[in-house]
């Protein structure tokens, strides 16, 4: 990707905007077999002693399953499953049958982001993923989990060099290279950099997809002496690709659940399609200060600027009066929505404190921070879906409308500010026995209009989010711990008179609560984690009158019930590596008011129970060669409300083979994968959007091919 002269003014402007907006500053990114989590909240704690539910995908777990998008590396975990999760679109995922919330479910290097656009990892050196509410460590989230993305960072060894290169090949006919640089210099060293460029031609197993993906990264850091460090980075990232669209159930009369299909078909796929265009510039400046008795001192700031061209020829069901179905004989109509160049802006700057200190006898571990976030969402004036005409999900085609048609309409802008304090504390009770405190307050202001200004609303509140913990290491190795915390969600009626009553007042808070109970355990060759979870999620809704206009009241209906029990663990014996996870989960909604006849149902889309596992064989007659087989299992989910339609359970199996050898004296790494082995049809997934069912096909058998020449 070539540099444009504006990217190369939105970069000094990045950095002249870290500088004005706060002083810069920077976390430390040690990545070692068990990394401190910046997405726990405790930066200084490792995994296996945190009384929380986490997963880490490191490097090699992203190039061994050929991730080219955060949901090929988290769907190796059992808690995570799709939700809506369009090819060629930002990923759009579930934690524990929670949906999260792209707006504010993301964290890069512990700073909060949006996630509304495709996000590349060729820079990222992991991912974090924390399971359950997250009140603690951010001010408003989803109760799914937290996501953090971290950053490729400079060595840290004054004589290490990296010299990567990397070229793929598939699934489908993909075809990218890639090139990761890094190394230090000066006379001590003080000075070092981590260079990254890729670029990929898309052409995936779904025909008539093709698009293309291209990412620069930089990151510098400068050791100013013993005591200071300062470190500053940027990604510029363009993804342009022709969008894909859903299968749906079928029916004139009642609802129906088609065959599964091969997968490989674009539906919606017209001659005048254009490709959605996805384009990000994202930096952070960070600044890390020693204080006399270990104490740290951390500041750090962050902005990101999206935009996007929206561009999708989507299925709308049989017919005007029919949308949330295909026809009986496979047909549907066709619109094509079009919005041009959405912006979204995002800056947060965050300033911490941490040490430890005695107090009354006792050991704490103190963490002291204030963060000032503000996310603008700048949208065009307008969206247009001109209807095309009826197509067939099974033959193709276009029979034109009989009368022009369409869905135009004004978009929405959004202005949110907050204020988040927050303290967090380890207390050592006993060699053996931790107790773990955290407080968050936040002010929050959120304000939208339409982009002609009418329907104004604003939600003013300030509310506190508390956790506490209790954490004891046995004997034998193992550490158990329980914990309760909470997250906040907000929401305010539509400012729109003609259906509501309480049309752009704020709903009560919406206030998740969780329990977990867990045990775990961590050696050089073994880990392990059982946990129990409990969440109850409020679940807004429309009563009274909804048919009659001006007469709806938007309210409180009822809670998402979701309890669950998670198994993790990963071993290594005789040239064998197991690692697998399953999660269970009893998803029930309660005390519903408008739809009492919803009360004891599944929600739809979220599976009772989903397993994966992988098997990895080292050998030893031939070394650096390694190969694998992973499974992945999800179980039955409900595709309507009241479970008259259920997707059943899939399985499918994908085989991998690693080769580490030198070439010409050069270190060189050959992974193949097939993936679907079986080449097994099958519905993914099955969500409910914009009032209509759809059905997500699995992907058909694919194979890919990548080496990596380490220079």
């Known amino acids: 990707m070539n540099p444009r002269p504006h990217t190369v003014v939105a970069i000094a402007l990045l950095a002249c905007q870290g500088a004005a907006w706060a002083e810069p500053t920077l976390t430390e990114v040690t990545v070692t077999a068990q990394p401190p989590l910046g997405v726990s909240g405790f930066d200084d704690v490792p995994t296996y002693a945190l009384p929380l539910s986490v997963s880490t995908f490191s490097q090699t777990d992203l190039q061994d399953v050929g991730a080219q998008r955060i949901s090929d590396a988290l769907l190796l975990d059992a808690s995570v499953s799709e939700s809506y999760n369009l090819p060629a679109y930002w990923d759009q995922l579930s934690v524990r049958g929670f949906t999260l919330d792209n707006r504010y479910n993301f964290r890069r290097d512990g700073l909060p982001i949006s996630a509304q656009t495709i996000i590349g990892l060729e820079n990222k050196e992991r991912l974090e993923l924390l399971k359950g509410t997250s009140g603690m460590q951010a001010g408003t989230s989803a109760p799914g989990g937290l996501v953090n993305y971290v950053v490729k960072r400079p060595p840290m060894r004054d004589t290490q060099s990296i010299r990567n290169v990397t070229l793929s090949y598939g699934p489908g006919d993909n075809r990218s290279v890639a090139l990761d640089l890094g190394q230090r210099w000066g006379e001590e060293a003080e000075f070092g950099y981590r260079f990254n460029v890729a670029h990929t031609d898309l052409n995936p197993a779904i025909r008539d ?165 503000r996310l603008v969402d700048d949208m065009p004036r307008m969206q247009t879906s001109p209807l095309l005409g009826t197509t067939n999900s099974l033959t193709g085609g276009l029979i034109p409308p009989s009368q022009a048609s369409d869905r135009n309409g004004l978009m929405s802008n959004a202005q949110d500010a907050s204020t988040e304090w927050a303290v967090k504390d380890r207390i050592k009770l006993s060699a053996r026995t931790d107790a773990w405190l955290g407080l968050r307050y936040t002010q929050l202001k959120r304000q939208s209009a339409m982009t002609d200004g009418s329907q104004a609303t604003q939600d003013l509140r300030n509310f506190t989010t508390p956790w506490l913990a209790m954490s004891q290491q046995l004997d034998a190795g193992p550490m158990v711990f329980a914990s309760a915390g909470q997250g906040i969600e907000s929401e305010v009626a539509s400012a729109d008179t003609t259906r509501y009553r309480n049309a752009g007042q704020a709903l009560t808070t919406l206030r998740s609560h969780q329990h977990e109970i867990g045990i775990k355990s961590a050696s050089s060759l073994t880990r392990w984690q059982a946990t129990w979870f409990d969440i109850t999620r ?108 259920v997707l059943p359970a899939w399985t499918t199996l994908d085989f991998t083979t690693h080769y580490d050898t030198r070439i010409d004296q050069q270190d060189t790494s050959w992974t193949w994968g097939i993936q679907n082995v079986a080449n097994k049809h099958y519905w993914r997934e099955s969500p409910k959007q914009y009032g209509q069912y759809f059905l997500n096909p699995g992907a058909p058998r694919t194979f890919r091919a990548s080496v990596q020449w380490h220079l």
Not at 297 to 320: E, I, N
Not at 325 to 350: K, L, P, S
Not at 587 to 592: H, I, K, T
Not at 633 to 642: D, K
């Open 209 to 373: 997809t093709r698009g293309q993906r291209d990412l620069v990264a930089l990151a510098l850091d400068w050791r100013l002496d013993a005591n200071n460090r300062l470190e500053w980075e940027f990604e510029q990232s363009h993804v342009a690709q022709i969008g894909v669209n859903f299968y749906s159930l079928m029916g004139n009369g009642p609802k129906a659940l088609p065959a599964p299909v091969d997968g490989t078909r674009n539906i919606t796929r017209q001659p005048n399609s254009r490709p959605g265009v996805f384009d990000g510039l994202t930096g952070s400046v960070r600044f890390k200060h020693q204080l006399d008795n270990d104490w740290l001192w951390t500041t750090q700031y962050g902005v990101q600027q999206l935009r996007a061209d929206d561009r999708l020829v989507y299925a709308s069901g049989c017919s005007a009066t029919m949308t949330d179905r295909f026809c009986a004989n496979g047909d549907f109509q066709i619109y094509d929505y079009n919005t041009e160049n959405e912006r979204r802006h995002n800056q947060a700057v965050q300033t911490s404190l941490s040490g430890q200190t005695q107090i009354g006898g006792l050991e704490h571990g103190l963490t002291f921070s204030v963060m000032r976030q």
């Open 538 to 645: 409020p679940v807004s809704g429309d009563a009274w009158g909804c048919n009659n206009g001006g007469t709806c009241i938007r309210q409180m209906d009822g809670e998402a019930h979701h309890r669950g029990l998670e198994l993790n663990a990963r071993t290594a014996l005789r040239g064998w590596t197991w690692d697998g996870s399953a999660t269970w989960l009893r998803a029930r909604r309660e005390n519903a008011t408008s739809d009492p006849s919803l009360n004891g149902q599944r929600p739809i889309n979220v599976p009772a129970y989903t397993v994966r596992g992988l098997a990895e064989y080292r050998f030893t007659i031939m070394a650096g060669l390694r190969t694998g087989l992973r499974l992945s299992r999800e179980g039955e989910r409900n595709v309507t409300e009241h479970g008259e339609i």
